[in-house]
């Protein structure tokens, strides 16, 4: 193999940038000449800018790691290693798996190899194979990413209603999570707080349970499947488009392992009130409550994201990964600290008012927007509660924790 490796990193189909990968492991980001001169670029990231609004251009090399904005874009855990194997790569070699996932990335991203190879080597290293033989030994292999644990994949609506994984998992518009192996009636718990959340006013994709024996061209290997799949509409594909997203992990330049650890509610609210609307920090904070409100202990930075409309301003992405967490593995703490403090038992409308008043957001707004989503959530939980396809058990969890939180009482 050739001491040096190069990618193309494209943004809504332009080439801005590379990766290049030396001979020790190293990989460096380098962007075009082009992509930094251009004073109407689209928005890569917002890690991308320093405290004054510039384009940053140094970026440090990593070894092994591609940079955390680039290593968010690639999945976690199981699903990394189940999309690596089915392609003959080692899933901690990221700079090959990105390659090889780089068709259908989250956001407006696309990866391609500089020198034209349509596959990597087989094991991260050694010569590349004639492209023929490459694509014997890749017929395989599944070219898309989402970020994430969970077993997913990338889904085409067909004109029946029914969803289709296509050949190379590139393409879709939807997608469709596999029943969880470890909890039973995981998508029946996330299609009801999605639903309610929805019912409350916040911004939720269209989303719907489906039997995952009605999900045309699902790979063979995954075993029995228990319960329901869901199926979300991808809101960074819209009519046929790409649109831009990045994740708070990578907003914050954290690597995926650092998502519990590396900021806070207050660092996120402090970067929406910065870069999005008013009616984005109402959002948030209503998607803050509401979560609490339903324990879910999950909301990590790769849980919330920002999206990219008209290419260069910000605005809070729609919802997603609304889980009653508790109702499996009981837990007093949220994902990340609000402002002082992460346990549920301890969000009052003066811890609140203190992350208000540090992420120099209006405290009004705030307290209002607070107020707002839990009699809403009091009020749409008693009507729906027994609608909901979730199991007894789900919702006397929520009961029996919504009367340790002072913010319900308020």
């Known amino acids: 193999m050739p001491d040096v490796s190069v990618l193309e990193v494209l943004l809504h189909g332009a080439a801005i940038g590379t990766i290049t990968r030396f001979a020790d492991d190293r990989t460096l980001f380098a962007f075009n000449q082009a992509y930094i001169e251009d004073r109407r670029r689209p928005t890569l990231g917002l890690g991308f800018k320093d405290a004054h609004g510039q384009l940053i251009t ?208 207050r660092n996120l609210a402090r970067v929406i009130g910065a870069e999005a609307s008013h009616a984005d920090v109402e959002e948030f904070i209503s998607r803050l409550v509401f979560n609490i409100l339903i324990g879910n202990a999950d909301m990590h930075l790769k849980n919330w994201s920002l999206t990219y409309p008209d290419r260069r301003r910000a605005a809070l992405a729609p919802a997603y990964d609304f889980v009653s967490t508790i109702a499996y593995i009981p837990d007093k703490n949220a994902a990340l600290k609000f402002s002082r403090t992460k346990r549920f038992d301890e969000l009052t409308l003066e811890e609140l008012s203190r992350l208000a008043d540090k992420a120099l957001l209006p405290q009004k707004l705030v307290l209002d927007a607070a107020r707002r989503t839990v009699a809403l959530f009091h009020d749409n939980w008693a009507k729906e509660k027994k609608n909901l396809p979730i199991a007894a058990a789900v919702v006397q969890a929520i009961e029996k924790h919504i009367r340790t939180i002072p913010l319900a009482k308020s």
Do not use: C
């Open 58 to 265: 140094d970026q440090q090399p990593t070894r092994v790691k591609l940079l955390p904005w680039f290593s968010n874009l690639l999945p976690e855990g199981h699903m990394r290693t189940y999309l690596a194997q089915r392609a003959n790569i080692h899933p901690s070699r990221e700079f090959f798996v990105l390659w090889v996932l780089g068709k259908d990335l989250p956001g407006a991203i696309t990866i391609r190899p500089a020198d034209g190879h349509a596959w990597p080597p087989a094991d991260g290293g050694g010569a590349a194979a004639d492209n023929d033989r490459d694509d014997r030994r890749h017929d395989n292999a599944l070219r898309f990413s989402l970020a994430g644990v969970q077993l997913k994949f990338s889904a085409v609506s067909e004109a029946t209603g029914g969803l289709t994984i296509p050949a190379e998992g590139v393409g879709g518009s939807w997608i469709v999570k596999l029943p969880s192996r470890e909890f039973e009636g995981v998508a029946e718990n996330e299609f009801s707080m999605m639903t309610l959340a929805g019912k409350i006013g916040m911004n939720v994709p269209p989303i719907r349970l489906i039997d995952p024996a009605s999900i045309r061209n699902l790979p063979e290997g995954l075993g029995t499947l228990k319960g329901q799949a869901l199926a979300i509409e991808r809101f960074d594909r819209l009519d046929g488009q790409a649109v831009h997203i990045e994740d708070f992990a990578q907003v914050f330049g954290a690597w995926p392992d650092e998502k519990y650890d590396k900021a806070s509610y």
